[in-house]
């Protein structure tokens, strides 16, 4: 089992910025890609960003060019930097991790762990 582990959520005025830190524990050597999904009130999870372990990225369209998805493997994190932030961006962020890398090639839902989530609020 792997156990995710998000942190750096709150409350930002549009326009702001914030990182977002997920920290993997457990069963690590059997996950490669990792990412971000978000679920709006109302509205089904989406995928953010997904990296793989080698470092090859998926960014879904809302979000080219504001936020970035990094990864440090020697510390089995991933972070989400979020620029530029909009009023709909607010939704509860998961962390998520897979045994191989479909969500990066193609964008499919994939993940096989997931994080609690951690809240973004956006104020307009």
């Known amino acids: 089992q792997v156990q995710l582990v998000e942190s750096g959520g709150g409350l930002v005025q549009a326009g702001g910025s914030l990182r977002l830190s997920c920290v993997a524990s457990g069963s690590i050597y059997t996950i490669n890609a990792m990412g971000w999904y978000r679920q709006a009130p109302g509205k089904q999870r989406e995928l953010v960003a997904a990296i793989s372990a080698s470092g090859i990225t998926r960014y879904a369209t809302s979000v080219k060019g504001r936020f970035t998805i990094s990864r440090d493997n020697a510390k089995n994190s991933v972070y989400l930097q979020m620029n530029g932030l909009k009023a709909d961006d607010t939704a509860v962020y998961y962390c998520?991790?897979?045994?191989?890398?479909?969500?990066?090639?193609?964008?499919?839902?994939?993940?096989?762990?997931w994080g609690k989530g951690t809240l973004v609020t956006v104020s307009s």
């Open positions: 998520g991790a897979e045994r191989g890398i479909t969500v990066v090639t193609t964008g499919r839902y994939a993940m096989d762990y």
